[in-house]
């Protein structure tokens, strides 16, 4: 029976027990019980995003043992660009028994990593067409005071049913307001 995951130093060993699935962990003791075979995984995602598998090929490569046979990684895309849904990022061969406790660590890796520059390039270019919507350069726009800004909103009284009047910008800022009589 080949083992090739106890072939890891004890820190890993542990933090790999720790975040795999106990489906991949079963998994993996039914294939060094019958045999191990090589596979090939193809990673994707479902929908569209931008190519950042480094984390992923990381952990591969220092999670992978050396005593399993060579692993293969192939990327499909180059980091930062676009992928589109249900296309592989990257394909990766190897032994099952090494492979199999790993495939959550890498689905994590991929999924954050992939959806978050996706995310951050579509804000990039919100902000950019925003900014170049805009017809007036933000150094012409008036400069409104606080002042003029509360000259215009009139004063309420709880009390009263008469129409609301507009206060003095001073008077409505400097003095404490009441919590039964107005507010501005």
Same mark, same amino acid.
């Given at each position: 029976?080949n083992?090739p ?7 890993r ?5 720790r ?20 596979? %090939? ?5 479902r929908?569209?995003?931008i ?7 990381d ?28 296309k592989?990022?990257?394909t990766? %061969? ?10 959550t ?33 933000r150094r012409t ?7 003029t800004t ?5 004063c309420? %009284?709880?009390?009263?049913? %008469?129409?609301?009047?507009p ?18």
């Open positions: 029976m083992k995951v106890e072939s890891l130093p004890a820190d060993l542990e933090y790999l027990k975040r795999t699935d106990k489906y991949f962990s079963k998994s993996r003791q039914i294939v060094e019980k019958f045999g191990d075979r090589t596979v %090939t995984y193809g990673v994707f995602l929908r569209g995003v190519c950042a598998v480094n984390p992923a090929i952990v591969l490569r220092s999670y992978y043992s050396a005593k399993a046979e060579p692993l293969r990684i192939t990327r499909l895309y180059e980091e930062g660009a676009f992928v589109p849904d249900q592989a990022l990257f990766y %061969t190897g032994s099952f028994a090494a492979l199999v406790e790993l495939e660590l890498i689905l994590q890796r991929v999924g954050v990593a992939c959806v978050s520059a996706y995310n951050a390039y579509k804000m990039a270019m919100n902000l950019k067409a925003a900014r170049s919507a805009s017809s007036v350069p726009l008036p400069r409104i005071s606080m002042a509360m000259a215009s909103v009139p309420r %009284t709880a009390s009263s049913a %008469t129409p609301a009047r206060c003095a910008p001073r008077r409505c800022m400097s003095r404490p307001i009441p919590r039964t009589i107005s507010r501005c």
